[in-house]
């Protein structure tokens, strides 16, 4: 179910409806909620929420089994990630992984032999996965007790509002607000309502315009050879990408909120990064916090030789790229931002640049020309495109007038985008005047504004991005 | 009263009822567009003459005027935007004839574009089967070989809420720049269209004309030619509806001659032997390039030689039932 859909406006209306009346009680509000978020969920398609069920009892059992038999603890946890794995695996990288195999087979003179599944991932499948898995490895690790109560279990892992497309919440954070059955204040319904208005209109209003400009350029079968022509798509792209992300983190924050639980923020102003290592930690928080502690931190992380630091921030960054789909535009985008971080790391290019004055505005513009090549990879249809993309970036060419024509439509939402990230740099949140009551009165007038703009402003509704991993 | 969602609510609802009370009434009349198109979606087997086609068709037939011709028949027009003549659609069009009727006919509205790749994989239609989920399995199963697809037909419940809420959908539609400048001047340029409910849609572009009508014509079949493939299953689809007693009618669109000229250049498209193979398998092809119809766009019919063409369709297919013609 979509947020910008009609359904989930009555899906919504009949939970915050029914919420009081289960809030209340332990049991009523996990078996409310598990049972909300398998709907919403399997209104996409029902047959899915049985590998929902599966993969979320294969770690409830899991976790109690890892607690009750500590001495096989190890092969207990080898056990669930694998099955988490396997799900993963076949449904995502099953067909990638034959294709690779027969290419390489082709190309080394023999014929193709593996079969090629193509099976359509569900939505929201890694993110859930992750999820699920995150639980096990902290019971493992003894730093959460494994939780008794199935729907409790069920309840977090289910969630609605981010079980599509994250934030990826950790047990540890939501598995005890989830026993809170306090009413929502009004000061959390105010913030819940100003978060989902922000998300809402940074999906409808900027990802959505910027998506016709985007789509019309990557779909087409010859890529125009004009710089400023891919310069500006590209931007679309990245402004795109990021208002459809975090609005749908925002919408689910501020959802969260309406229930009276909080999730962590999922981006913090990503595109005002002055190195690549700072925008990691500001773009998809939840991800790549995921990541250092399960996967980076694991193998050592920064703490052995320069080498090994490089091998770990490698290996995590390609991951990180095969997390994001099965092709190799997201293996090549793993690479670029791996080279990008430990290029960085060498030349200490961005410290030094940020001690000369008006070094920090440089250098986030150097880091968002590295930011904007990886959408390259990360939006391109394939390999092929996006290598001819990034030759005609650095490649002398004046502006294709009928080029320009096609994106000129979506030049004021991006200029929208730029202007809500300059702003969000400047963090009104901690200006002296939002004590007043008149910044009260101003913020109630800007969010009915930014609503207004949701239904009147809208581009052509379309997914979320995010929901296809 | 003084909680801030509360007053925040309120302050949204104003604006936007104000918005929609006071808009200019926009260059789109008749028949709100979000209930036609799902209204169409919901149509059953109750015509005796369905016209078939892209938006050649659903902008150049109109079944009132056709009706008027032909006397009492029940005519809708099924066309939509960049609609491919894929067995799938042609089919779900010959399942609107209804199976009593003594005098089914469909009428193909040919253009090259309806018979390309491109055509068949993207056209509007298909996505908005991919927007509110297939509950036709008809429609979807060519091009979306995809049992997934084709079995999430749980959101027909959408379909028939946009036809109920076709003229809230309408009315909140998003406010375009053009429209905001017409709130002082009213609207002198841009495409003004009237949405009837028998699926016409009486179009008209002010200025009229379209400088870029020919290099787009370039753009759209590059890479994109004419599939042998499509047009085969076309025909195969055609012998069929014959056999299963449908008379099948098929007319190139008229369009400018330099356009037309283009088209076929550069997709691929010949008129002779497409005709030849159309009758091969059973149809009728009927003719109307003797006559120039004005165009508003380069592309699609201006609404008075729409009405032409429709009574012109109307006597042809009269002249060959007179002949016999009819099954």
Redesign the interface.
């Known amino acids: 179910m979509r947020y910008n859909s009609?359904?989930f406006l009555v899906f919504a209306a009949v939970f915050f409806a029914t919420w009081p009346l289960v809030r209340g009680r332990d049991r009523s509000r996990w078996v409310a909620l598990t049972l909300f978020s398998f709907f919403f969920y399997g209104?996409?398609?029902w047959?899915f929420t049985t590998l929902l069920a599966a993969s979320g009892l294969i770690d409830y059992w899991a976790a109690l089994a890892i607690e009750k038999w500590r001495d096989r603890r190890r092969p207990l946890l080898a056990l669930s990630l694998g099955c988490n794995l396997t799900i993963l695996g076949a449904f995502k990288y099953a067909g990638f992984a034959a294709e690779s195999f027969n290419s390489l087979f082709e190309a080394l003179g023999g014929s193709a032999w593996l079969p090629v599944l193509r099976m359509?991932p569900p939505a929201g499948l890694s993110f859930y996965t992750f999820q699920a898995m995150s639980y096990t490895i902290d019971v493992y690790r003894g730093r959460l007790a494994a939780t008794r109560d199935i729907f409790h279990f069920f309840s977090y892992l289910t969630l609605f509002p981010q079980l599509v497309a994250g934030p990826i919440v950790r047990a540890a954070d939501l598995l005890p607000q989830l026993t809170w059955g306090r009413a929502v204040t009004?000061e959390q319904?105010?913030g819940g309502?100003r978060l989902m208005?922000q998300g809402f209109f940074k999906k409808m209003v900027i990802a959505d315009n910027l998506a016709p400009a985007v789509n019309h350029a990557f779909s087409a079968?010859?890529v125009t050879p004009s710089a400023p022509y891919w310069w500006l798509v590209v931007s679309m792209t990245a402004f795109q990408v990021y208002g459809d992300f975090s609005g749908y983190s925002d919408i689910a924050t501020g959802l969260c909120k309406w229930m009276g639980y909080q999730l962590l923020p999922n981006f913090d102003r990503p595109y005002t990064a002055a190195s690549m290592r700072e925008f990691w930690t500001r773009w998809h928080i939840s991800l790549t916090s995921w990541f250092r502690d399960y996967v980076y931190y694991p193998l050592g992380g920064s703490r052995g030789t320069e080498a090994m630091t490089h091998r770990n921030s490698w290996l995590t960054m390609l991951l990180v790229g095969i997390w994001h789909g099965a092709s190799w535009n997201f293996v090549a985008f793993g690479v670029l931002h791996a080279t990008f971080l430990s290029v960085e790391r060498v030349a200490r290019i961005p410290e030094r640049l940020c001690k000369l004055p008006l070094g920090r505005p440089a250098a986030v513009l150097l880091t968002l020309a590295q930011v904007w090549l990886g959408y390259v990879l990360f939006r391109a249809v394939s390999f092929d495109q996006a290598t001819r993309i990034i030759l005609t970036l650095f490649s002398p060419g004046g502006m294709d007038q009928?080029g320009l024509g096609l994106l000129r439509p979506a030049l004021p939402f991006l200029a929208l985008g730029v202007l809500w990230e300059l702003i969000a740099a400047l963090e009104p949140h901690k200006w002296s005047v939002t004590a007043t009551s008149g910044w009260?009165q101003a913020?109630?007038?800007f969010?009915?504004?930014l609503?207004?703009c949701c239904?009147?402003?809208?581009?052509p509704?379309s997914a979320f991005v995010y929901f296809q991993f | 009263m003084r909680d801030p969602t509360f007053q925040t609510g309120l302050l949204a609802i104003v604006l936007i009822l104000a918005v929609a009370l006071y808009r200019p009434p926009g260059r789109v009349t008749g028949v709100p567009p979000e209930q036609l198109w799902n209204q169409k979606l919901l149509w059953g087997p109750e015509f005796d003459l369905v016209l078939a086609g892209d938006s050649r068709t659903f902008q150049g037939l109109s079944p009132a005027r056709m009706r008027d011709t032909v006397g009492c028949r029940r005519i809708a027009n099924f066309g939509f935007a960049a609609a491919a003549l894929t067995t799938s659609y042609l089919r779900a069009s010959e399942a609107l004839l209804d199976p009593a009727s003594s005098r089914r006919a469909l009428v193909l509205g040919v253009t090259p574009h309806s018979l390309t790749p491109n055509a068949a994989r993207e056209n509007e239609l298909v996505s908005r089967w991919t927007q509110i989920r297939p509950w036709h399995p008809g429609l979807v199963e060519r091009q979306w070989d995809n049992e997934f697809l084709s079995l999430a037909h749980q959101e027909r419940l959408g379909v028939e809420l946009g036809v109920w809420l076709g003229p809230l959908f309408h009315t909140l539609r998003p406010l375009r720049l053009g429209e905001l400048r017409s709130w002082w001047g009213g609207h002198r340029t841009g495409y003004f269209q009237t949405f009837h409910p028998d699926g016409w849609v009486e179009s008209r572009q002010l200025p009229e004309g379209n400088p870029d009508a020919i290099s787009w014509s370039r753009r759209i079949f590059q890479g994109n030619r004419i599939s042998p493939e499509l047009t085969t299953a076309a025909f195969d689809w055609v012998t069929a509806a014959t056999r299963r007693g449908a008379n099948v009618y098929g007319f190139l669109f008229p369009v400018p001659a330099p356009v037309a000229a283009v088209e076929a250049a550069v997709s691929g498209w010949s008129e002779i032997r497409f005709a030849e193979r159309f009758q091969q398998a059973g149809g009728v092809w009927l003719d109307f390039s003797a006559k120039a119809y004005a165009s508003h766009d380069d592309c699609h019919l201006r609404a008075d030689a729409a009405l032409s063409l429709s009574t012109d369709l109307a006597l042809a297919i009269l002249r060959h039932e007179q002949k016999g013609g009819a099954r």
């Open positions: 009609f359904a209104w996409w398609d047959r359509l009004a319904r105010w309502l208005a079968f010859d009928a009260r913020q109630i007038v969010t009915a504004v609503i207004f239904v009147y402003l809208r581009g509704g």
